[in-house]
Structures are given as C-alpha cells and as structure tokens.
C-alpha cells in the first residue's frame, strides 16, 4: 500500500514511542457511544468498509466464521469491542489477545498479493473505519457532534488505538488529516470484493440465532427477509458517500428520505426505553458501577 509502512504511515514517519495505553473512564465520549443499542446499526457499515480493501477481505474471507458461526463471530465480536472501552485494565489485556489471534492470519488476496492481518497499514485501516462511522451514525441515529467533539472523538480513537497496538504514526494525526487519508483509501484502494458484494446481499442465508425459541425458529422464514433488507439498507446509508460511489451501490434521494425518517423513529423511541434496553450489557454494568460508587 503506497506510503503506508512499518516505518512511515499517514501521521508522519517520525519513530516515537508508543504511548502507555490508557483504559477509558466516564466522561469520555466513547463512553458514552459505544454502549449505546444504536450501534447494531452502524458496525455493519464498519465492516464494509474494513472488507472493501481487498487484504482485509482476504482475510475475513480466508480464515473468518462469518458464514458458518455469524451469530457466534457478532457477538465475540460485540464484546471485545465492550471491553476495549468498559473493560477497564481487561481492555489491556484484550488488546493483546487480538494481536496474539491475529498473528496467524495471513495469505494472498484476488489480486495475487500477500497479506498479514497485523501489517501496519491493514491494521490501521481496519480502525480508522470506526471514525466516518460514528459520526454517520451520530448524524441519522442520536445528533450530529459539532466540531469540538469531532475532535474529541478522534484523539479518543486514537487513544483505543493504543490498548489495540497500533501505532500513531500509522494512523491520521488530526481529523482534517484523516479526511484526506481516507478519501485517499477510497480511490486507490477499495473496490467491491466477493464478501463486500456477500454482506450486502440481502437474499445471503441467515440462520436464526443460537438457542433461538421454538417460536422465533418457526417465523424465521417469515422474519429474515424483512430484516435482512433492513440491515443492507440502513448499511449502505450509514457508509460515506465517497465510499458508496467507489463501491458502485445505488442510493436515491428518496433512499436517503427514507433513512432520515428511520433516524428519526429511532431518535424519539430510543430515550422512552428502559435503561437494560439502551445499552448493551459491558456498558450497563459499567455504569450501574460508576453509579454505586
């Protein structure tokens, strides 16, 4: 990948030692974000865009249980994200659990290059895909951040780079750097790989989830469709732009009308649930925590 390197990256090639990794505490924006039930909605768009450079989906295609465990991959997937943030000193730990599973994943890509899950520049952009997705997500889903928390969020991403182990001179210093950075991933690198092409495929089997009751088993075939058409819409709008035109997806005006009026059902149902229903069950505990002292 031009530019990108053990040695350089897009903040710079200045060597510095990496920051001890700081584990996340209330009053952080992360803390608040990445809890919340509403991104169900968003970490699909994430994936996406981390499948649609062509190593990466190598690697989710090669070696990922994303056909034959999907329900088992989402949820482990789920919660070691909950812990990076509401895991406290375990979001250390999990940092280098990651690395260590990664280690082994490596092999050649479509295009006949070879890959490693833990090359810098692979790595880096599976993170870096979290930025334009919580913002988008913020936009249609909660309030659009203003600028201030923009770049709050950034620095705090970069923070969670460091639990992860990736280096800040791989990643975008600021956020006016990372737009350039990105824009730049999305002409020279992305293209619409076979597991892209397969997430977005509305008719892709899903069986029902683990331990499922007999009831939700007997509907399945009734419910799958519905939902699976829910999840690839709200999926392509959630994706920038730039991103959606790269990957040749159709969007209307009025697909964006309709995704604006889900936003909007999503924003007014969302305070009026209890809490066990708003957030996901790391950050519920970590904040009943936080509450009793």
Partial sequence: MPGLSETSGPGGSTRTPPPEPVPFAPGSLLWDLAGDVRMLFALPAALVLQVAHP??????????????????????????LQLWVYGGEQALEEGRRLRRLHKSISGTDHNGRAYH???????AWVHATA?????????????????????RLYEELLQLGDILGIHRRDMPPTPEAFWQYFDAMVRDELEATAVVRELLDPHRPVAPPDGSPALLRRLWPLL????????????TGLL?????ERLGLAWSDRDERRLRRFGAVVRRTLPLLPERLRYLPLARAARRSVRSG
């Fill in 117 to 123: 899950a833990l090359t810098p520049a692979y790595y």
């Fill in 240 to 244: 920038p732009p730039v991103a959606r």
């Fill in 131 to 151: 930025y334009p997705v919580f913002l988008r997500a913020a936009d249609y889903l909660s309030r659009p951040l203003d600028e201030d928390e923009q770049h």
């Fill in 224 to 235: 799958r469709p519905p939902l699976s058409r829910l999840n690839v819409f709200v999926t």
């Fill in 55 to 80: 190593a990466v989906g190598a690697g989710v295609d090669d070696h990922s249980v994303f056909r034959t465990d999907p329900w088992g991959r989402a949820r482990r997937s789920l919660h070691s």
